[in-house]
Every structure is written in C-alpha cells, then in structure tokens.
C-alpha cells in the first residue's frame, strides 16, 4: 500500500465516504518538507490545478508556504481555493 507516493490517487471525502468533493494525483512526495498534488472540485467543470505545501523549520517553530498553479482565473475553484487556502494557513 503506497499510500503518499507519486500517482497515488488523491480524494477529500466527508467522514462517511459518500461524498467526493475533490480529486487528484500525488506529484511529489519529500517528507517532511514538501507534498505536491492535483486538484480538481468534483462539482465544477474547471480544470485540475496544482497545490504544493512546503514546509521550513526556523527559530520557533515551522513555516508552510501553500502554492497554487494552474488555477484559472476568477473561477468557482479560484473562490474556493481562496477560502480553503486561508484555513489551512491560519489553522
């Protein structure tokens, strides 16, 4: 079972696994440091974009730099990934 290596498939479901929201593929993997995927909102017809989380230790503590490529402009998946990308990096 590879579960975080590069292809594996990616999916954010609710807790009981009868909703997919989003779906993609594990670009890259380089724990603890970096982790790279696709995404794509199961409910719009946009087209997949990129997410890389970085990670960077300095004094204190951990620094996560979150980057998104690829994501067309004005779209209903730049308004999410506006909004989810403002909860993952203040959470």
């Known amino acids: ?4 290596s590069k292809g594996s498939p990616v999916q954010m ?3 009981d696994a009868k909703f ?8 890259e993997v380089n724990a603890p440091h970096r982790f790279s995927h696709t995404l ?3 409910a719009y017809d946009d087209p997949f ?3 890389t989380y970085d990670l960077r230790e300095v004094p204190g503590g951990v620094e996560l730099t979150l ?3 690829d994501v ?3 779209s209903k998946t730049a308004k999410d990934m506006t909004r989810g990308g403002d909860f ?4």
């Open 1 to 4: 079972y590879k579960a975080l």
């Open 13 to 15: 479901r609710t807790p």
């Open 20 to 27: 997919t929201s989003v779906v993609g593929e594990i670009l």
């Open 40 to 42: 794509k909102f199961t």
């Open 49 to 51: 974009c990129k997410v």
């Open 67 to 69: 980057t998104s490529e």
């Open 72 to 74: 067309p402009a004005g």
């Open 88 to 91: 993952i990096v203040s959470t």
